[in-house]
C-alpha cells in the first residue's frame, strides 16, 4: 500500500510518501480501505519527536473509509461500507492508546484497527467531514461535559478558534444551549467562528480579553475555560473564570509552566480539571451530536495524501480554521 512514514524526528521534510506492507486484520479487527484522513496538532508534536516514537511510522489517528476485511470473530458490518474510526483505543487501567501515536496511523491507504472502534459513517457526512471530526470532537466532549458538566446556559470561552479543539469546543457548547466566546490574532477567523455560532468574539493580539468577557457575560465571567495554549494564556483564563467556575486543560502548545495565580484559584473556588482524549463514552456522545446534525466538523481544506508536506505547514503555520484533511 502506499503510506506516508517518517524514519526521523524532523520538519515536514522527513514525510515521505513511499509503498509499506499492506496490514492484516487480526482477531477482533477490522481491515479499512481510507479514503480520507484529518491532520491533528498530534501529528506534528510526533513528527517533531514529542514523544520519539519507534520508527518507521505512519501518523495520523483520524480516518474515514471503507470495510475492506474483517478479522476472526468479527460480525455486524458489510464489506464495503463507510465506517469512521474512534482514534482512541482503551488498553485497560484507563490508558488510552492513540492510532499514529502508539502505532501506525491513518496517513495510509489501509489501516486494522479493534472492531470496537470502529463505526458507521452518520447520514450526510462525506469521507472528508467524518475523518475531520473524532479527535478533536471526542477530546472536546471530554472536555466541556465529562470533565467540566457543562450546562444550558453557561458561559465558555474558548482560545485560538482556529485550532480543532477550539472549533469542536464552539460547535458543542453551542449544541448544548451555551453561551461561547472565541479568540483568534486573526478577523477572518473571528468573523468565521461568528458565522458558526460564536456569541462574542475578540481578537487576543489586539483587543483585551478581560473586558470583552466583562462586557458579553455581563459581569458574571466565564464558567468553562477550554484552555490548551498554557503560559501565554493562563493568567487570563484565571482572571476571567467567574467564581466556581471550571478551567478545563488539554495542552499547553505555547509552554507547560504558566505563572500559577494560586490566589485566584482558592479566592474564586476555581476547579482546575486536567483532560486528554476521551472514553468510548465520551466518542459516543460527540458521535450522536455529529450524526443527530446538532454539533458539525469544520473543514479548513481539503488536499490529496501526496500534498502532505504542505497540510503539515499550514497546521504548524496556524493558518487553518477547523481541520485539514487529506484524500486518500
Not at 121 to 147: C, H, K, N, Q
Amino acid at each position: 500500500m502506499r503510506a506516508v512514514r517518517i524514519h526521523e524526528d524532523g520538519g515536514p521534510e522527513v514525510l515521505v510518501l513511499e509503498e509499506a506492507p499492506d496490514p492484516e486484520p487480526g482477531p477482533g479487527e477490522v481491515l479499512v480501505r481510507l479514503r480520507a484522513s484529518a491532520l491533528n496538532r498530534l501529528d506534528v508534536w510526533i513528527r517533531k519527536g514529542l514523544p520519539s516514537v519507534p520508527k518507521p511510522r505512519i501518523l495520523g489517528a483520524d480516518g474515514a473509509g471503507v470495510v475492506e476485511a474483517l478479522g476472526d470473530g468479527v460480525a455486524g458490518f458489510e464489506l464495503g461500507e463507510r465506517v469512521v474510526l474512534n482514534p482512541g483505543i482503551e488498553v485497560g487501567g484507563g490508558r488510552i492508546h492513540v492510532i499514529g501515536e502508539h502505532g501506525n496511523g491513518t496517513n495510509a491507504e489501509l489501516i486494522a484497527v479493534p472492531a470496537t472502534n470502529v463505526h458507521p459513517i452518520p447520514d450526510g457526512l462525506s469521507f472528508e467531514e467524518a475523518a475531520a471530526f473524532p479527535l478533536v470532537f471526542e477530546t472536546a466532549y471530554r472536555m466541556l461535559v465529562t470533565r467540566a458538566g457543562l450546562r444550558e446556559g453557561e458561559w465558555v470561552l474558548a482560545w485560538g478558534v482556529g485550532g480543532g479543539v477550539s472549533t469542536a469546543a464552539l460547535a458543542i457548547a453551542k449544541a448544548l444551549g451555551a453561551h461561547v466566546l472565541v479568540t483568534s490574532s486573526s478577523e477572518a477567523k473571528l468573523e468565521r467562528a461568528r458565522e458558526l455560532g460564536a456569541d462574542a468574539t475578540v481578537n487576543h493580539a489586539t483587543g483585551d480579553v478581560k473586558a470583552a468577557v466583562q462586557e458579553a457575560t455581563d459581569g458574571h465571567g466565564i464558567d468553562v475555560v477550554v484552555e490548551s495554549v498554557g503560559e501565554s494564556t493562563w493568567a487570563t483564563s484565571l482572571q476571567v473564570a467567574a467564581p466556581g467556575g471550571r478551567i478545563t486543560v488539554c495542552g499547553a502548545t505555547s509552554g507547560p509552566n504558566p505563572p500559577a495565580s494560586l490566589h485566584r484559584i482558592w479566592w474564586k473556588q476555581l476547579s482546575i480539571l486536567g483532560s486528554t482524549m476521551g472514553t468510548g463514552e465520551d466518542f459516543a456522545g460527540a458521535y450522536e451530536l455529529v450524526a443527530s446534525g446538532r454539533a458539525l466538523p469544520v473543514v479548513d481544506s481539503v488536499l490529496p495524501l501526496e500534498e502532505i508536506r504542505a497540510a503539515h505547514e499550514r497546521l504548524e503555520a496556524g493558518e487553518q480554521l477547523g481541520k485539514i484533511v487529506l484524500t486518500i
